[in-house]
């Protein structure tokens, strides 16, 4: 698809040796035929390898779609928009509170950073059912969920944008500590390696809260 965009917007680019590039892209756009096409629109201005570098933050770089096509899809961040603006207001403030985590999260997890006020099965349920949350697949025995990256950072922004962002991300770090302080005593038994997994499952999320 990339390939073939890229080729109606300039002819001549992609080179085949930028196929691991172009991989590389397609892989940071979490494969969405949509953010796909917009990026090899880019194509016009920027070399494979540019435009991969300049990914840091897909929703600001993809702009400029098709113009044949509805205005909520011209770009990856009106796409998110349209969707997110589709929700009601508890369930918008739910999926802001649920962006911050990164590498999936646990329903125990989602509820911690939810609220009592927030019923997470039932809010992830919807969520899951318009694609802006999907569930994931790994050793993990419990099940995870996560948001594809750039409907990730459009939550962040939108977070940071209510003010919510602190609180949001004390309660996070807070969750953390407390379920890898649950594990510490079942490092010394049978439960070992079931707790040591669980902990090494959230590792992306103890590091986006030591970051924090």
């Given at each position: 698809?990339?390939?073939?965009?890229?080729?109606?917007?300039?002819?001549?680019?992609?080179?085949?040796?930028?196929?691991?590039t172009i991989?590389?892209?397609?892989?940071?756009?979490?494969?969405?035929?949509?953010?796909?096409?917009?990026?090899?629109?880019?194509?016009?201005?920027?070399?494979?390898?540019?435009?991969?570098?300049?990914?840091?933050?897909?929703?600001?770089?993809?702009?400029?779609?098709?113009?044949?096509?509805?205005?909520?899809?011209?770009?990856?961040?009106?796409?998110?928009?349209?969707?997110?603006?589709?929700?009601?207001?508890?369930?918008?403030?739910?999926?802001?509170?649920?962006?911050?985590?990164?590498?999936?999260?646990?329903?125990?997890?989602?509820?911690?950073?939810?609220?009592?006020?927030?019923?997470?099965?039932?809010?992830?349920?919807?969520?899951?059912?318009?694609?802006?949350?999907?569930?994931?697949?790994?050793?993990?025995?419990?099940?995870?969920?996560?948001?594809?990256?750039?409907?990730?950072?459009?939550?962040?922004?939108?977070?940071?944008?209510?003010?919510?962002?602190?609180?949001?991300?004390?309660?996070?770090?807070?969750?953390?500590?407390?379920?890898?302080?649950?594990?510490?005593?079942?490092?010394?038994?049978?439960?070992l390696v079931?707790?040591?997994?669980?902990?090494?499952?959230?590792?992306?999320?103890?590091?986006?809260?030591?970051d924090w």
């Amino acid at each position: 698809l990339f390939l073939q965009r890229a080729g109606a917007y300039n002819a001549g680019h992609p080179q085949p040796d930028d196929r691991p590039t172009i991989d590389a892209i397609c892989g940071r756009l979490d494969r969405i035929p949509l953010a796909i096409e917009l990026a090899a629109a880019r194509t016009a201005t920027f070399s494979p390898v540019t435009l991969l570098d300049r990914l840091g933050d897909p929703l600001t770089v993809l702009r400029h779609g098709p113009r044949d096509v509805p205005l909520r899809h011209q770009t990856m961040r009106d796409t998110i928009a349209w969707s997110y603006a589709l929700l009601d207001e508890e369930q918008k403030a739910g999926f802001r509170r649920l962006a911050v985590f990164v590498g999936g999260f646990t329903l125990e997890g989602a509820q911690a950073v939810l609220g009592d006020d927030m019923d997470a099965l039932a809010l992830v349920e919807f969520l899951a059912a318009r694609s802006l949350v999907v569930p994931m697949r790994g050793e993990s025995t419990q099940l995870r969920f996560t948001m594809l990256e750039s409907i990730r950072q459009f939550g962040v922004d939108a977070l940071a944008a209510t003010g919510e962002d602190e609180t949001v991300r004390a309660a996070h770090a807070d969750w953390l500590i407390a379920m890898a302080e649950h594990a510490i005593p079942f490092y010394d038994g049978p439960e070992l390696v079931v707790y040591a997994r669980a902990v090494r499952n959230e590792m992306d999320n103890i590091r986006a809260a030591l970051d924090w």
